[in-house]
């Protein structure tokens, strides 16, 4: 537990501000203003905030030093997993939680949830396997 709650999670903590604001500002965008459909504005939430929470991540929070592409697709597989498993689970139980709601209500609920799922997913999986200190 001492290795979870250190200034590493503090430096996440604040790139996950910056990075969920960005990511999350894209995501309800497109999918209340351009109506892109519900996976369409989830993943584009992550394609985009990936990008953006790789070289932060990468050199503020964790100051990793590796220049291999098995980094990058470390945290690649990382975030897809983390992506897949947390909307996966968001959306159900959106559905069901909310039945008496509209699809649009529905989503929109299922994409803030997705979101909470996966900031801790994330954590663990750039922390302990992605950006891990060999």
């Known amino acids: ?24 500002g894209i ?3 497109f999918y209340n203003f351009f109506h892109f459909s519900y996976w369409v504005s989830s993943a584009s939430n992550y394609i985009f905030g990936s990008i953006l929470s790789y070289f932060l991540n990468k050199h503020f929070t964790f100051q990793n030093k590796s220049k291999s592409l098995a980094t990058v697709i470390k945290f690649t597989v990382n975030i897809t997993v983390c992506y ?6 968001a ?25 909470v799922f ?7 999986g750039q922390r302990f396997w ?5």
């Open 130 to 134: 992605a950006f891990k200190e060999e």
């Open 27 to 29: 995501m309800f965008v």
């Open 118 to 124: 996966f900031v801790g997913l994330n954590y663990l």
């Open 84 to 89: 897949l498993i947390a909307y996966g689970v």
């Open 91 to 115: 959306k159900p139980l959106a559905v069901w939680a909310f039945s008496g709601f509209d699809a649009h209500v529905q989503n929109n609920v299922a994409m803030l949830a997705g979101s």
């Open 1 to 24: 537990l001492k290795n979870l709650f250190d200034a590493t999670m503090l430096k996440f903590i604040l790139v996950g501000i910056v990075n969920t604001a960005f990511g999350m």
